[in-house]
């Protein structure tokens, strides 16, 4: 009787990590954009902000840049197959990126931050938005930056830094 109840078990116990086993080989990761999204990039000069309208408006918040003297703002709109699917805003004002994912479709960009001061390059970190159910995911970071450093915005489709989408950086790039 013992011999067919370990029997019994021994065969529950190993369909149930085969059943298991499988589940976890079939979830699907996350795809990567291919090919990656188009993007659309836009500097103001926040000497003469504040600023709103025009290039700045998009379909989900639209985007307000403060005044700060001698500061470069960017907003990097990412678009997939003719969907609005994120977008990356620098405000030298309060030294503040904001990182919004506005499609759900289990896919993320990841964007990574650092600026050149004092002879110096200081890298911040890379960043994204949360990957949640909502309509719009947001991340905001707020940065202690020199006035006046040049800050590299760099968009990626991968982890680790991987698969360049598009870049704001150097005297191209926000200065705060």
């Known amino acids: 009787m013992r011999t067919t109840i370990g029997r019994r078990l021994t065969g529950l116990l190993t369909g149930a990590f085969l059943t298991a086993g499988t589940l976890f080989a079939t979830a699907a990761p ?3 954009y291919d090919p ?12 003469t902000c504040p600023c709103s309208g025009g290039t700045l ?18 907003k990097m709109e ?3 197959a003719g969907w609005f699917i994120g977008k990356v805003e620098f405000h030298p004002n309060d030294e503040k990126l904001w990182v919004y994912d506005t499609k759900n479709d289990g896919d993320t960009f ?20 949360p990957g949640t159910s909502e309509t719009v995911d947001l991340t905001v970071k707020d940065f202690d930056i020199p ?3 040049y800050v590299d915005i760099t968009v990626y489709d991968g982890e ?13 790039g926000a200065v705060a």
Do not use: E, M
């Open 110 to 129: 990841y964007v990574a931050v650092g600026y050149s001061s004092g002879g110096s390059y200081h890298d911040l970190g890379t960043f994204s938005a």
């Open 78 to 80: 990412l678009n997939d």
């Open 160 to 172: 680790g830094r991987a698969d360049l989408i598009a870049a704001a950086r150097g005297t191209g």
């Open 36 to 47: 990656d999204p188009s993007v659309s990039t836009y500097y103001r000069d926040t000497d």
């Open 147 to 149: 006035d006046g450093a």
């Open 30 to 32: 996350a795809q990567a």
């Open 57 to 74: 408006t998009d379909p989900f918040d639209g985007t307000y840049f403060a005044h700060d003297a001698g500061g470069t703002a960017v």
